[in-house]
């Protein structure tokens, strides 16, 4: 249903349809949040909404959600077009999708898209990404740090007809039902998500009658070519030239003594720019590993972020952007690779990208953020309820610092951006879990003139018996800083059974047992500081000592600022001492 020739719409329309397409996107996922039934999907955020047309290319999304899945509804949309063809839905058509070779994510992202269909054919489709509780495997929540293949992490669902013509299949609901922990929490987020397509289809529709599907045609592509137009201007402010990175992560989860390499190199030329992955680690034995998608995703976000950040997203956006990906890395795994912390590799990727980019566009990126996700899971049986439990959040950590400002803090990484944590009034409420701390971590922030975001101290108190599974990453290659800024503290978890006076510290594990009374207490880390710390006004370091961000000792040590941690008085002779130290160290 596309035209040769495209009527010509004027301005004023233009941007109302632009804003429109965004709006009924927005609202579905106002939908979405409000009727989930899963707090990974409604407190954290954990989805997206997006329309496409009927090749599977990004026309909008939604506001909200998370980065990585910006622009990547296409693949999962694109593999349904080649199975059923385009006259293969019918109105009333609702399709699953979590299938790992097309998704190149972990299991819990499912797919749920619907057909919008004008005067008798298919113009696009509506879809959502959400996190669902738990799509079986090993263990509850479907999350683990040492499987090594997609099958130990649960059910795979390609593109299959969940609705067919306004009528659930019954069949295929009891295979889902029958092969997953929490079918209540799952069906009803998967409720959510069709009511939020729906809802999105329908308003899509609403749209076309009032404008005409030729005018909607022309102006989507206008938005995608001006989209382009934009990004273009915006690489071709930068220098010509080729910028590379390099860094690693800790282990893939199962070899723990073997690093993964991860290579960046950014080319621009022109309005063009590339970003190619050539040496980065081949795909690992355990679950650190992500589909091409996955590496796509992390390109998008450096991207994105560092050239047009607030531009929305759209097919348009990525047209000047080339990715270079090897098959078979961390982060373009295939042949049925474990994928269960598919995100875990994409912080240190995207940080890399930032750490070329500073090269060129020192303006435009921060140091490197806490980036360890910091993934963790309880699980068991409700002693009162009697009911399988699994709970599911990411700790909160620092951010780099800016160009000319201190790091956010706290926030979760990069490829979460501003979504949320659990509240800690759910958590003890649904879960039988009591917070004891929930607070800033001192001198957790990589030191510089501009300092990094800060990490935080968390502990739970087991209330019973249950299992844990925890992912924390980058606990060798510390977040670092840029132009002389210093690298932050990294993080873990300290497990203490009862009883016991010194602490197991802990990176990684799946179904670590947990007695009752035991505490499990999360350091995040956080971010890198960007120029020399002794550049720092005194004044701040001291406000910083006041507020609780720095201690004394911290002061002195990573600033080269002596004061009574008390009084708070600045000893001027030595902090002159130290600091000229500090700067003929460098030299």
């Known amino acids: 249903?596309?035209?040769?020739?495209?009527?010509?719409?004027?301005?004023?329309?233009?941007?109302?349809?632009?804003?429109?397409?965004?709006?009924?996107?927005?609202?579905?996922?106002?939908?979405?949040?409000?009727?989930?039934?899963?707090?990974?999907?409604?407190?954290?955020?954990?989805?997206?909404?997006?329309?496409?047309?009927?090749?599977?290319?990004?026309?909008?999304?939604?506001?909200?959600?998370?980065?990585?899945?910006?622009?990547?509804?296409?693949?999962?949309?694109?593999?349904?077009?080649?199975?059923?063809?385009?006259?293969?839905?019918?109105?009333?058509?609702?399709?699953?999708?979590?299938?790992?070779?097309?998704?190149?994510?972990?299991?819990?992202?499912?797919?749920?898209?619907?057909?919008?269909?004008?005067?008798?054919?298919?113009?696009?489709?509506?879809?959502?990404?959400?996190?669902?509780?738990?799509?079986?495997?090993?263990?509850?929540?479907?999350?683990?740090?040492?499987?090594?293949?997609?099958?130990?992490?649960?059910?795979?669902?390609?593109?299959?007809?969940?609705?067919?013509?306004?009528?659930?299949?019954?069949?295929?609901?009891?295979?889902?039902?029958?092969?997953?922990?929490?079918?209540?929490?799952?069906?009803?987020?998967?409720?959510?998500?069709?009511?939020?397509?729906?809802?999105?289809?329908?308003?899509?529709?609403?749209?076309?009658?009032?404008?005409?599907?030729?005018?909607?045609?022309?102006?989507?592509?206008?938005?995608?070519?001006?989209?382009?137009?934009?990004?273009?201007?915006?690489?071709?402010?930068?220098?010509?030239?080729?910028?590379?990175?390099?860094?690693?992560?800790?282990?893939?989860?199962?070899?723990?003594?073997?690093?993964?390499?991860?290579?960046?190199?950014?080319?621009?030329?022109?309005?063009?720019?590339?970003?190619?992955?050539?040496?980065?680690?081949?795909?690992?034995?355990?679950?650190?590993?992500?589909?091409?998608?996955?590496?796509?995703?992390?390109?998008?976000?450096?991207?994105?972020?560092?050239?047009?950040?607030?531009?929305?997203?759209?097919?348009?956006?990525?047209?000047?952007?080339?990715?270079?990906?090897?098959?078979?890395?961390?982060?373009?795994?295939?042949?049925?690779?474990?994928?269960?912390?598919?995100?875990?590799p994409l912080k240190t990727v995207i940080d890399t990208i930032y750490w070329a980019l500073s090269q060129c566009a020192p303006e435009r990126v921060p140091a490197a953020h806490h980036c360890s996700q910091g993934m963790y899971s309880f699980f068991g049986k409700d002693h009162e309820s009697g009911r399988r439990f699994s709970t599911l959040d990411t700790t909160l950590g620092g951010w780099g610092a800016r160009p000319d400002a201190d790091g956010f803090s706290p926030l979760k990484t990069v490829t979460h951006g501003d979504t949320r944590n659990v509240p800690v009034e759910v958590e003890e409420a649904f879960y039988p879990l009591l917070v004891e701390r929930f607070a800033w971590r001192p001198d957790s922030a990589g030191p510089g003139k501009f300092r990094g975001g800060l990490g935080l101290h968390k502990i739970y108190r087991l209330r019973q018996e249950a299992e844990m599974v925890v992912a924390f990453e980058r606990s060798k290659l510390a977040p670092w800083g840029l132009f002389g800024g210093g690298s932050a503290q990294v993080g873990y978890a300290m497990i203490r059974q009862p009883g016991q006076a010194e602490g197991r510290r802990m990176y990684k594990g799946t179904a670590v047992p947990l007695e009752q009374g035991a505490t499990v207490e999360f350091y995040s880390a956080g971010g890198g500081g960007r120029f020399p710390a002794w550049e720092r006004p005194v004044g701040r370091v001291v406000e910083d000592v006041r507020q609780g961000y720095i201690t004394a000792a911290g002061a002195r040590a990573g600033y080269g600022v002596a004061l009574d941690e008390v009084s708070l008085v600045v000893d001027e002779t030595e902090t002159a001492r130290l600091r000229q130290a500090m700067q003929e160290a460098v030299v």
């Open 1 to 344: 249903m596309s035209n040769t020739r495209k009527p010509k719409v004027d301005p004023v329309t233009q941007e109302i349809v632009r804003n429109l397409l965004i709006a009924i996107l927005d609202e579905g996922e106002i939908n979405l949040s409000r009727t989930a039934f899963s707090p990974i999907i409604y407190e954290v955020k954990d989805y997206c909404v997006g329309l496409l047309d009927r090749e599977g290319r990004t026309i909008a999304q939604s506001r909200g959600g998370i980065p990585t899945f910006m622009a990547d509804l296409g693949e999962p949309v694109r593999d349904g077009i080649a199975i059923y063809g385009l006259d293969g839905f019918d109105p009333g058509d609702v399709l699953l999708m979590n299938y790992a070779a097309v998704c190149g994510q972990h299991l819990n992202n499912v797919v749920v898209y619907v057909p919008v269909h004008w005067k008798g054919e298919v113009i696009g489709f509506a879809a959502t990404r959400a996190h669902w509780t738990d799509v079986g495997g090993r263990v509850a929540g479907s999350f683990s740090t040492d499987t090594t293949e997609i099958f130990q992490e649960g059910l795979q669902l390609r593109s299959i007809k969940i609705h067919k013509k306004g009528k659930p299949d019954e069949e295929l609901m009891r295979v889902i039902r029958h092969n997953i922990r929490f079918p209540d929490l799952s069906f009803g987020d998967m409720a959510a998500q069709i009511a939020a397509c729906t809802l999105s289809a329908q308003r899509y529709q609403e749209m076309l009658e009032k404008y005409s599907w030729e005018v909607i045609e022309a102006c989507i592509h206008t938005i995608w070519d001006q989209s382009e137009a934009f990004v273009r201007r915006q690489i071709a402010s930068l220098p010509d030239g080729r910028f590379t990175a390099n860094s690693y992560l800790d282990d893939d989860g199962v070899v723990f003594d073997k690093i993964l390499p991860v290579a960046v190199a950014v080319t621009i030329a022109g309005d063009t720019m590339e970003i190619d992955f050539t040496g980065t680690a081949p795909q690992s034995r355990g679950p650190m590993n992500a589909g091409r998608s996955g590496g796509l995703a992390a390109a998008r976000v450096a991207f994105k972020s560092a050239v047009v950040p607030n531009l929305p997203p759209n097919e348009g956006v990525f047209r000047a952007l080339k990715v270079t990906l090897p098959e078979g890395t961390i982060i373009s795994a295939v042949d049925n690779a474990a994928l269960a912390q598919w995100n875990m």
